[in-house]
């Protein structure tokens, strides 16, 4: 579908200035021991959207995949409103407990402080972390080592972190969508990278749902 200009659906833009209004960047008690992850991919007029589940070592506890007919034109800013159907499928055929979502997309780092992850987080009233593997928005200098992160900052806010998982590769964002602080999204983050740019759960979703989309 042909891209448009996102001023063209001021309901949306409406929509989204109230589902900011609803997010709490504090952290839930107790610890995060299952960690989902959340990716979706496209083949013409479908989108494939692939959950996974990992326990606290990564060990993978449940997946799912859902697929939805793309209704809406691809509008930068608006991915949620596009790509919802199949996410939130995915995610509700899982049956384990999700302590916290890592949601490929951004989330406060968005021109509107709006991004995907932010938008599930707000929907399914859970905790959500986005990362994504290019900056949307913000100012930041790219970290030179690995493992090492600096401070990704927007209009005077800090929105998340720029974090070089691995030498030779570029850095991933990282940044809290809702029902979690900023340095906690980054430790859950740093908690499942194992040799990979991306984070294990979201590297597993990407793969799961590749393979959906070819199958198909």
Do not use: W
Request: proline residues 5%; glycine residues 6%; aromatic residues 6%.
């Amino acid at each position: 579908m042909v891209a448009q200009d996102a001023t063209q659906f001021q309901d949306l833009l409406r929509l989204q200035t109230a589902i900011v209004a609803r997010v709490v960047l504090d952290d839930p008690s107790g610890n995060f021991l299952s960690i989902g992850a959340v990716a979706q991919s496209f083949s013409n007029d479908v989108v494939f959207s692939s959950a996974v589940v990992v326990d606290a070592l990564m060990n993978v506890i449940e997946e799912s995949i859902a697929s939805a007919k793309v209704t809406m034109p691809y509008i930068a800013g608006l991915l949620f409103f596009r790509e919802r159907p199949a996410a939130i499928a995915a995610l509700k055929e899982l049956r384990a407990k999700l302590d916290v979502l890592i949601v490929h997309g951004r989330s406060i780092n968005h021109p509107r402080f709006a991004g995907f992850a932010l938008h599930l987080g707000v929907v399914l009233n859970a905790s959500t972390i986005g990362v994504s593997k290019t900056m949307l928005c913000g100012e930041y200098v790219e970290p030179d080592q690995a493992c090492h992160c600096v401070p990704l900052k927007f209009r005077g806010r800090h929105l998340g972190f720029v974090l070089k998982t691995m030498i030779g590769t570029k850095p991933i964002f990282i940044s809290p969508g809702h029902r979690i602080s900023l340095q906690y999204a980054l430790r859950v983050v740093l908690q499942c990278v194992i040799n990979h740019r991306l984070p294990e759960p979201l590297r597993l979703a990407h793969i799961k749902v590749r393979q959906a989309r070819f199958r198909e």
